[in-house]
């Protein structure tokens, strides 16, 4: 019945796992190689080289590197928010959790590498699914869990989680965008985005803070098509 | 004396007039041509023949087309920002004065352009003089304005002005990021700009409202270097 003797149970199991691995290693490796050198200076053929692939299957799991190119950073975004809510989670008081998160919010490389991935969606808007997708789930789940996180810690909530999520992420990136364009620092662009948050979300600054999040730490995270889609 | 019998009393006034008005023509023509076709879409040799000039006069006023594109892209922002002043300021209550302020900045052009133009200086750190001194135009004259227009209003002032519009500007590039990469319309990014604005600046939202005067209707609007250093 099965393709593959050690899961008789499962037809496909063990293909579909083999599938997943290679998709994730090419996503690891244009993540690294695209923030080395940009879309421009890295090729199909490069990547499906250090991944150990050939070049037929990264455009079967990802049709083009542009494509490629935007998941991978669309995936990061994603580790970007879940290692903030962890660093954020370790602290006990409102301001310094605002101030860990937002620290890890602007130290990250990968921050910079989402908002390339917006500025090329701009121009391709087949695109637009991952993007939509991402930024679905900073919003809204990073909304939906805002209000638990802060209720565990028994801080005020704030009446509209989503739009906090949403405020704190379009400051985010309106801060990196003007940032990586002055060439600032990211403990500068940390102390821009402490500045304008002021007693962000709202209400007394002692109260409040914005605890996002964004996904559970052992969630698998992951901007592409959902397992069934998956050849 | 002069070197132009018409302006004996101001020796080089009439070459330094000209050499104004080509250097402002060569900006038109860049802006339109940048925002239509994108840098890469342009030639320096294309741009001086629509302006009536030669290629060597481009290289001359602004050395680089990368930095033209730039100046151009930080002038025509200084633009929005005082198009946006302008609508705003026919409005007679804070929240048609948001609406408006909102409304005009999202619908402009230029905001996409200024948004290139800082994406490209990411990696053209020569370049970063032109856009640091539009954002500060955007933050200092805009803060300054900001404090007189709410007083002239009778509607209370923020307590830091200069923090209101960073953050106005931060939230509108960040949104306009986002709204891009999504295909949205205009009116999708003015409708989620005042979804975040919330009761922006700070304070009851019937009390306070963006007004963000920017530069006086009547002030020549430059990105570049001052008259002075022109040749």
Known sequence: MSSDSEHPARPGTASRTAGRQMRSRLLDVASARFREHGLGGVSIA?????????????TYYFRTKEALFVEAACRDM????????????????????????????????????????MTLTRRR????????RTLERLHVEG??????????????????????????????VGIAVEGHA???????????????????????????????????ANQTLSAGPDEESLP
Do not use: K
């Not at 808007?125 to 939509?132: K, R, Y």
């Not at 985005?193 to 007394?204: A, F, I, K, Q």
């Open 78 to 117: 994603l580790y970007v928010a879940r290692d903030a809510e962890l660093a954020a989670g370790e602290q006990t008081t409102p301001a310094g959790y605002t101030r860990a998160l937002v620290c890890s919010v602007m130290q990250a490389d990968a921050l910079g590498f989402f908002i390339e991935a």
């Open 46 to 58: 490069a990547l499906a080289g250090e991944a150990g692939a050939y070049p037929s299957q990264v």
């Open 182 to 216: 002055l060439g600032r620092s990211s403990d500068e662009m940390g102390d821009e985005m402490l500045r304008l948050l002021g007693n962000w979300p709202e209400g007394p600054a002692s109260a409040t803070a914005p605890t996002l999040r964004l996904v559970a």
């Open 143 to 172: 909304g939906r869990a805002h209000a638990a996180a802060l209720q565990a810690r028994g801080w005020p909530a704030p009446t509209d989680t989503e739009t906090v999520a949403r405020r704190f992420w379009a400051i985010t």
């Open 125 to 132: 808007q087949d695109l637009v699914p991952l993007v939509a």
